[in-house]
């Protein structure tokens, strides 16, 4: 995927939902909107060098209870929202009931086939499974889930990458390990010095999909 160019913006849409764990969609929200092109502080304070425009979309326009409580005003909602570019599914304890949720699961069918690439943190991954994109894929969830996660036709469950990409869609490890994943998009797309660059800037020590893991 090549970087945009000029004021062009790839639009990264983020997932939200009851009991979604917060650091599974803030930390990749944290890592796309503050990638700049243009190194250093003072780029931070404008969009002009932002490669990525970065929004949250929820079933319905109400706020949402994150893990502890949290309340989070979506951006949009199925209806509403622009065409995705990089679709991110996060995880936690909200996806047990989504995945019998048929307007979650079939806007996941409808956004991703336009998407450029489709991501998941944590639990994401079964929703994406249950959506019919990890048929035939490697993926991974967090270790709780990796039975679970196995238990999807045709998916090959990988228990030992941090994340794991298959042409366009990368799942990812559990919570913290959607940071990782969401700078290894930000290297595909935009160059190892950017990514590097920007995990700088947030003070943050990137890892490889080789680290070890929970596991």
């Known amino acids: 995927m090549a970087t945009p160019g000029g004021n062009e913006k790839l639009k990264v849409g983020i997932l939200i939902f009851d009991n979604v764990e917060v650091l599974d969609f803030t930390g990749p929200f944290e890592v796309f ?17 932002a490669p990525f425009q970065v929004f949250t979309v929820a079933h ?7 893990t502890g409580n ?3 005003v979506p951006d949009y909602d199925f209806t509403t929202a622009p065409q995705i570019d ?20 079939s806007w996941i069918q409808k956004t991703a086939p336009t998407a450029k690439l489709v991501a998941s943190v944590c ?22 889930s990796l039975d679970t996660l196995s238990q999807f036709k ?4 990988d228990r030992k990458l941090r994340w794991v990409e298959d042409g366009d869609v990368i799942t990812s ?9 969401a700078f290894h998009v930000v290297e595909r797309i935009c160059g190892k010095e950017v990514a590097d660059e920007t995990a700088f800037y947030i003070e943050y ?5 080789t680290d070890p893991r929970s596991t």
């Open 33 to 49: 909107s503050r990638t700049r092109t243009e190194a250093g502080v003072q780029a931070r304070r404008s969009e002009d060098s």
């Open 60 to 66: 319905l326009p109400d706020p949402i209870s994150a």
């Open 70 to 72: 949290l309340r989070v």
């Open 86 to 105: 990089i679709l991110v599914v996060p995880g936690g304890v909200g996806t047990q009931p989504l995945l019998d949720h048929e307007e979650t699961i």
């Open 123 to 144: 639990t994401g991954s079964l929703l994406l499974a249950k959506a019919g994109l990890l048929e035939g894929r490697s993926a991974t969830t967090h270790w709780a």
């Open 154 to 157: 045709n998916v090959i469950v």
């Open 173 to 181: 490890a559990g919570v913290a390990a959607g940071i990782d994943m």
């Open 205 to 209: 020590p990137r890892r490889l999909a």
